[in-house]
């Protein structure tokens, strides 16, 4: 089974718009951590936004928040009033194990969302 | 601080050459990694290390070697390149985490764009 799952490939939103990139993501460990990452055309990877298992609250960024809903194990996240330098593909991906142990730093990336910003 | 740097840019190989893919960091950070990331498939790891001389496999290791003799370097060697091994390679590292949730990003290279003809 796939760890991270991202069913949009592509995805065309208009200026201004929010926009939500879904992430399903499947793992028995009780401790990992989900992050985003944007690779715009360039090819350099940025990363976006964090939110641990064990975090309480949605993580937020500026103009990025995570939706995190545990029990369905999904990671959305949402850009709001999106600009035309938010055309990319964005990266959700999965860190298992609680930090410290070896080898647990470990990513596990989706196949990504190219996402359009139509002006 | 300059970040992660990777060299080369670019890379062409004829099948059968070796070659080394050269990243390093100022960051002092203990964990380095490779990926290699093909069309349609995202990013998948193919070595990682926790320090120096510290080094594992991650899910796609076949035909490429690492070590790690300093905290800064983390070259990956190509020893007999196959098409298959054509792809935009990425070095990327990291704190290792104290014990607890943390939000270690890890920060990435420019990357290496490698064809094997």
């Known amino acids: 089974a796939q760890k991270i799952t991202q069913t949009q490939p592509g995805m065309f939103v208009q200026e201004k718009e929010a926009v939500t990139l879904d992430c399903t993501y499947d793992t028995s460990d009780p401790s990992y951590g989900l992050f985003w990452y944007k690779q715009p055309s360039s090819g350099e990877m940025i990363f976006l936004i964090y939110q641990g298992s064990y975090d309480q609250q949605n993580a937020t960024e500026g103009r990025y928040s995570l939706n995190f809903q545990k029990a369905r194990k999904s990671a959305n996240l949402v850009i709001s009033a999106s600009q035309l330098g938010d055309s990319a593909m964005y990266f959700c991906a999965m860190r298992e194990g609680p930090w410290s142990a070896f080898g647990n730093e470990k990513l596990t990336f989706g196949t990504g969302t190219r996402l359009t910003i139509i002006p | 601080n300059a970040g992660v740097t990777q060299t080369p840019k670019f890379q062409v190989l004829k099948t059968g050459q070796s070659m080394t893919l050269q990243c390093a960091q100022d960051?002092?950070?203990?964990?380095m990694s490779w990926y290699r990331q093909d069309p349609g498939m995202g990013l998948r790891l193919i070595h990682y290390?926790?320090?120096?001389?510290?080094?594992d496999q991650g899910e796609v290791p076949n035909g490429y070697n690492v070590s790690r003799s300093t905290t800064e370097d983390f070259p990956l060697r190509l020893l007999s390149a196959a098409p298959s091994q054509t792809s935009v390679y990425f070095c990327?590292?990291?704190?290792?985490?104290?014990?607890?949730?943390?939000?270690?990003?890890?920060?990435f290279g420019p990357g290496t764009r490698l064809t094997v003809t």
């Open positions: 290390s926790v320090g120096a001389g510290i080094t």
């Open positions: 960051m002092n950070h203990e964990y």
């Open positions: 990327a590292s990291s704190s290792l985490g104290l014990a607890g949730e943390s939000s270690y990003e890890q920060y």
